[in-house]
């Protein structure tokens, strides 16, 4: 199992809009690197919901349930998307502010490429991710 994080602004589509609707496409992506994260996702992976721009912290966590293809809302066919299923709250919000005081995390990506919207997280950045949000299962 590999772990990630996608980002996502929540006035365009928060954590509660993931929740009520369950099962939903990771579209919209349209930066390359990120494209190539998404195509290495795989059915099982799990993928902590990240709030940009507005609250800038990890607020839920995700599991794909589908891996890439071609994302409808591109205009052409060289996206992709993939489907991630509601797997629970992050009781405690992890912030940006916590994430980059926090030594062990200094080589994230997110923290070292800070636009990239899906980034790969290690085993060992996700455990201690998990325990800062309080989560009762870290894997």
Same mark, same amino acid.
């Given at each position: 199992?590999?772990?990630?994080?996608?980002?996502?602004?929540? =006035?365009?589509?928060?954590w =509660?809009?993931?929740?009520?609707n369950?099962?939903?496409?990771?579209?919209g992506?349209?930066?390359?690197?990120?494209?190539?994260?998404?195509?290495?996702?795989?059915?099982? =992976?799990?993928?902590?919901?990240?709030?940009?721009?507005?609250?800038?912290?990890?607020?839920?966590?995700?599991?794909?349930?589908?891996?890439?293809y071609?994302?409808?809302?591109?205009?052409?066919?060289?996206?992709?998307?993939?489907?991630?299923?509601?797997?629970?709250?992050?009781?405690?919000?992890?912030?940006?502010?916590?994430?980059?005081?926090t030594?062990?995390?200094?080589?994230?990506?997110?923290?070292?490429?800070?636009r990239?919207?899906?980034?790969?997280?290690s085993?060992e950045?996700?455990?201690?991710?998990?325990?800062?949000g309080?989560?009762?299962?870290?894997?």
């Open positions: 199992m590999a772990y990630w994080l996608v980002k996502s602004e929540p =006035d365009a589509f928060s =509660d809009e993931q929740v009520a369950g099962v939903e496409p990771w579209t992506v349209r930066n390359h690197q990120a494209k190539k994260n998404l195509a290495s996702m795989k059915v099982g =992976d799990k993928a902590f919901f990240y709030h940009s721009n507005v609250q800038r912290a990890i607020v839920g966590v995700v599991e794909i349930v589908r891996e890439a071609p994302d409808p809302t591109a205009e052409s066919g060289q996206w992709v998307c993939v489907d991630v299923k509601t797997v629970e709250a992050v009781p405690l919000p992890v912030t940006l502010a916590t994430i980059k005081q030594p062990e995390l200094e080589d994230m990506a997110l923290i070292r490429q800070s990239l919207s899906v980034c790969p997280v085993a950045h996700w455990r201690i991710l998990s325990q800062m309080g989560l009762k299962t870290p894997a």
